[in-house]
């Protein structure tokens, strides 16, 4: 698959709260790895597109909100690598489409509107049956990529880490530059890669953004109990250890207050690095805010994987602005 702009880049971000904790900061802009399918998305769709050409479908068919990321990347890809895209998109239709659906539209996608209660059954196989006999044989995702080949696809997030190992590490034993791998979550499947090819040792951070995300930590256990019963390549065969820090969601999913408006503009002017409200704003504000509390050891060395979204910034923005017009 070419066009794709890979190793990404990672940035140092220097800055006086990481400083004064005496930790060494770094940012892998996986957003910059190819206008639209960018980020985690990339990784999530590899294995799943390369699945649906090895079986020779020629549609694929996932879910998403109308604001999803995962819609925008999966139209793109269908429309990069040659396939028909239907996403079903969860309630109804709204006019003008927002510039997510409008891009997704001009890739070729055709919307597909289900209801609330229909939406739910998404993953039940009457759902499954009723999608094969409306539209006929179409390699169906999950929303947000959340399967086996969307975990398999983050285990390869770490090829974009460079392998160079630290003085400290190296006296420790250890074969890796960063200790600390931070990470947005939502359904887990980016984590779930992440943590079975880190090395022994490192460890994987993650920041739910909807509240109450305690529960995804079963979630994560049986994504990868599921991947290492399965045959997929693993390159170790158990996971690193990993956590989730579920403090940090800011009222829930898509929800934001001032304070993380505010830090996100900051911290693009500051740094360079744009971040979308969703998703990346809450861990990076998350991080920030463990740095300043003494949550991390001195020396320790921190990656932030930028998993994209910013897309989902120009549907944000307008919302806001209807909001305050109120
Ligand atoms: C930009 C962005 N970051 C992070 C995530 C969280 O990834 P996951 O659902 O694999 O936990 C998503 C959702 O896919 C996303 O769109």
Same mark, same amino acid.
């Given at each position: 698959m070419s066009l794709i702009f890979f190793p990404p880049p990672i940035e140092q971000i220097t800055s006086e709260i990481a400083r004064h904790a005496g930790v060494d900061l770094y940012v892998l802009r996986l957003d910059l790895m190819h206008p639209w399918v960018n980020g985690n998305k990339w990784f999530k769709l590899k294995y799943n597109l390369l699945e649906a050409k090895q079986k020779n479908f020629t549609t694929l068919l996932t879910f998403g909100g109308a604001y999803s990321n995962h819609i925008y990347a999966t139209a793109a890809a269908g429309n990069l690598f040659g396939f028909r895209t239907i996403g079903l998109i969860r309630g109804e239709e709204r006019l003008p489409l927002n510039p997510t659906l409008s891009f997704a539209v001009q890739e070729g996608m055709q919307l597909v509107y289900l209801n609330r209660e229909m939406y739910r059954q998404r993953n039940t196989p009457a759902l499954e049956e009723y999608l094969q006999q409306r539209f006929g044989e179409v390699f169906i995702i999950p929303e947000g990529g959340s399967n086996l080949n969307g975990v398999r696809g983050c285990t390869e997030i770490d090829?974009?880490?460079?392998?160079?190992?630290?003085?400290?590490?190296?006296?420790?034993?250890? &074969?890796? =530059? /960063?200790?600390?791998?931070?990470?947005?979550?939502?359904? +887990?499947?980016?984590?779930?890669?992440?943590?079975?090819?880190?090395?022994?040792?490192?460890? &994987?951070? =993650? /920041?739910?953004?909807?509240?109450?995300?305690?529960?995804? +930590?079963q979630e994560v256990e049986s994504l990868l109990t599921n991947y290492l019963a399965s045959d997929l390549p693993s390159p170790y065969n158990s996971p690193?250890?990993?956590?989730?820090?579920?403090?940090?969601?800011?009222?829930?999913?898509?929800?934001?207050n001032n304070d993380l408006l505010f830090f996100s503009q900051q911290f693009t002017e500051e740094h360079g690095v744009p971040l979308d409200y969703v998703y990346t704003a809450k861990m990076f504000y998350g991080v920030m805010d463990l740095l300043k509390q003494g949550f991390f050891s001195k020396g320790d060395r921190l990656l932030l994987i930028h998993t994209g979204g910013l897309q989902g910034n120009v549907g944000m923005e307008e919302r806001l602005q209807r909001f305050s017009k109120i």
């Open positions: 090829r974009a880490m460079p392998t160079a190992v630290t003085e400290r590490s190296r006296s420790a034993g250890y &074969a890796y =530059a /960063f200790d600390h791998i931070c990470v947005a979550c939502g359904t +887990a499947t980016t984590l779930a890669g992440i943590a079975l090819s880190l090395h022994k040792g490192q460890r &994987a951070i =993650a /920041f739910p953004v909807l509240k109450n995300g305690a529960f995804l +930590a690193a250890s990993w956590e989730l820090v579920c403090d940090y969601h800011f009222g829930g999913y898509a929800k934001v």
